[in-house]
């Protein structure tokens, strides 16, 4: 079921015209905990993620060392080659994002400092396997950035995770982090966000400071784009390509290619259009049992991303 699912998705990501695909995630249980599914040395009660429509993700806490993770990205990126004849972009979970299993209080004969030394190396691991696989890009999912600010305002806990992100970064060579980017949103599960009450302002400086060569910023559901596209221009470094997102998936309105050709031209009096690409804001269904959007309209809004992109470059001549 899988497969015939990662097939679907495919043939219709490449019928949009878009000129670099993902496979969907479609058998990942979810962006964030695939490295560890089914992993041993885990318990259920563990951190807790509330959504503004009142429902909750809980991540599992981890009981035992040494951390290793169980599933590596790229055994998903080899499916997916199977079936593309375009390149693909492959999804990877932050090492922040999984720091989050180590408890407070935490594990016997096992300290943290010696968890987190594992976990950049499986990190960098599951990166460097997309990346020798032939990934066109690896997108490190680090959602939890802006969620981050609103569990510690100080941006105490924002500096650690973009320390230990750096961590694994540091340990690829400028060639490879080009093909490496980062992907923030205020979450997207089930219609719902964790973090979209949070200032764009207290998370995008720090966010610059990652280093990759590339950025996939949710900002089609901002309400004052323009305010945070003059925070992008003030941090973002010259050797950094900023993809802005033109879609929302957590609208069930369909957007016109003219209004995303809109967002582009916006987007494009503050991005030098070396710089500039488009992207969607999040995933369609990050986790496996979200079944608010429906595949129809993803593919509906993914096909208005690609042919207002198009329009937009057509208006600037580029």
Aim: glycine share 8%; charged share 25%.
């Amino acid at each position: 079921m899988y497969e015939q699912a990662v097939c679907d998705t495919i043939q219709r990501f490449e019928a949009t015209g878009s000129p670099v695909i993902t496979d969907g995630e479609q058998s990942k249980p979810s962006f964030l905990s695939y490295p560890i599914h089914g992993l041993e040395t885990l318990a259920p009660d563990g951190v807790t993620i509330a959504f503004a429509d009142g429902h909750v993700r809980q991540l599992p806490r981890l009981t035992a060392g040494p951390f290793r993770y169980r599933t590596y990205a790229d055994t998903f990126l080899e499916e997916a080659k199977r079936h593309a004849r375009v390149p693909i972009k492959q999804a990877v979970i932050s090492a922040s994002a999984l720091s989050l299993l180590y408890p407070q209080d935490g594990v016997s004969g096992y300290s943290r400092a010696a968890f987190l030394d594992d976990l950049v190396r499986e990190a960098e691991r599951d990166i460097r396997r997309c990346l020798t696989k032939g990934a066109h890009n690896v997108q490190i999912d680090f959602t939890e950035g802006r969620l981050s600010v609103k569990l510690d305002p100080t941006n105490q806990l924002l500096g650690a995770f973009v320390g230990l992100n750096n961590r694994v970064l540091e340990r690829f060579t400028r060639a490879e982090r080009k093909r490496i980017g980062v992907h923030t949103c205020p979450g997207g599960d089930k219609d719902s966000t964790h973090s979209a009450d949070v200032d764009y302002g207290q998370l995008l400086p720090s966010l610059f400071e990652l280093n990759v060569g590339n950025f996939y910023i949710q900002l089609a559901s901002e309400k004052d784009r323009g305010r945070i596209l003059a925070i992008i221009k003030e941090h973002a470094k010259p050797d950094q390509k900023i993809f802005v997102g033109v879609i929302d998936p957590i609208n069930p309105r369909i957007e016109t290619p003219e209004e995303v050709r809109d967002h582009v031209l916006e987007a494009a009096e503050f991005i030098p259009l070396p710089q500039l690409g488009t992207t969607d804001d999040c995933g369609f269904a990050p986790f496996g049992d979200d079944t608010s959007t429906s595949r129809d309209t993803a593919f509906a809004k993914i096909h208005a991303r690609v042919t207002g992109t198009k329009l937009a470059a057509q208006a600037l001549r580029v």
